[in-house]
């Protein structure tokens, strides 16, 4: 179905002019998108802002053929238009979903596969912040780290919207998690969202106090996205059996490993990107998503932990803000 009569034929979003700072983020006006087969247009209410949306912005991090140049991964808002063969019972319903770009805009495509109904428990602007991070964490954390009540987990960058999730995600299905963040007030944040230990990294080695928490056992699990040299250092971490599951590489793309190590200790090294994925992939992520979390979202055990709003003409200063990093949580747009 093509976009209705009824609604406007031309939006103002944001787009990058040429790879570089903040500064390039600028407002456009353009056509609204018009959903393809399997997608629903949506009023974007609000919008995510993730690590991945800098990295485009920066040039390093291409929009997949026929995804949308725009940034932004996660919107919320409401369905207005449907694509061919979606239902007509999606009109009109408050959603958030993963996109595949384009959520910088006042309307945005999505695939239907990739929506969530937005329960009463929680806004619209919570909603914006919840798709990436909750793809990203049970993606890697349960099925590429099957992860297990009763394990121990240790995740880097403890207070980024990816941190914070990993901490609630965790403490619902049982695990001991293990962060580590650049600051005691970070630390102290990371605790208070429910992470059982917290290591500030500038101050001490996070090996060493990785076996004083553990008793020398180690973790099963560690969750990267820092990668570089933390690598060879996160597998000292792990105990035998244990999985390092890489979802960045802010440290940098290369490592120095120890494969006799790896042997002996019998260690998985996996780890995935989230936007490359097949749509039919991320449906099943979200069917997972919504069987197996969203009870917990609609019963208010679940929000994401919130930093700060930014108006949509304001996506440059937001993006200084997350490469300032000072934020704790998740930093979103907001269109409406």
């Known amino acids: 179905m093509a976009v209705s009569e009824l609604l406007q034929k031309e939006m103002i979003a944001i787009a990058i002019s040429e790879p570089g700072g903040p500064e390039v983020l600028k407002p456009v006006t353009m056509k609204v998108p018009e959903p393809a087969a399997g997608e629903v247009l949506i009023r974007v209410a609000a919008a995510g802002v993730n690590r991945p949306d800098v990295i485009q912005r920066k040039g390093h991090y291409p929009a997949p053929p026929g995804a ?58 919570e909603a914006a912040a919840l798709p990436e991070t909750l793809f990203t964490v049970w993606g890697n954390l349960f099925n590429r780290g099957f992860a297990r009540e009763g394990e121990k987990v240790l995740v880097h960058g403890g207070t980024s919207g990816i941190g914070t999730m990993a901490i609630m995600l965790g403490k619902l299905f049982g695990l001991t998690v293990i962060v580590t963040c650049g600051s005691d007030q970070k630390c102290t944040a990371a605790r208070q969202v429910g992470a059982d230990h917290a290591i500030n990294y500038k101050t001490e ?109 304001d996506a440059a200063k937001a993006h200084a803000h997350m490469e300032a990093g000072d934020h704790i949580g998740k930093i979103v747009l907001t269109v409406e």
């Open 205 to 313: 080695d996070f090996v060493e106090e990785i076996k004083k928490i553990t008793d020398g056992q180690g973790v099963d699990i560690v969750l990267d996205m820092v990668a570089g040299d933390y690598v060879a250092r996160n597998l000292q971490c792990l105990k035998e059996d244990g999985r390092h599951v890489t979802i960045a590489v802010q440290g940098g793309a290369q490592a120095t490993l120890n494969m006799a190590q790896i042997m002996m200790k019998r260690l998985i090294l996996t780890g995935s990107t989230l936007r490359p994925q097949s749509t039919e992939r991320k449906a099943l992520l979200g069917d997972e998503l919504h069987r197996y979390v969203w009870p917990d979202i609609e019963a208010g055990k679940l929000k994401p932990v919130m930093d700060e709003c930014f108006a949509l003409a």
């Open 68 to 125: 949308s140049p725009l940034p932004g991964l996660e919107v919320s808002g409401t369905v207005v238009a449907l694509g061919e063969g979606v239902g007509p019972e999606w009109i009109g319903r408050r959603i958030c979903a993963l996109t595949n770009g384009g959520g910088y805009a006042e309307y945005c495509v999505a695939p239907v596969g990739q929506c969530l109904d937005v329960p009463d428990s929680l806004s619209m602007v």
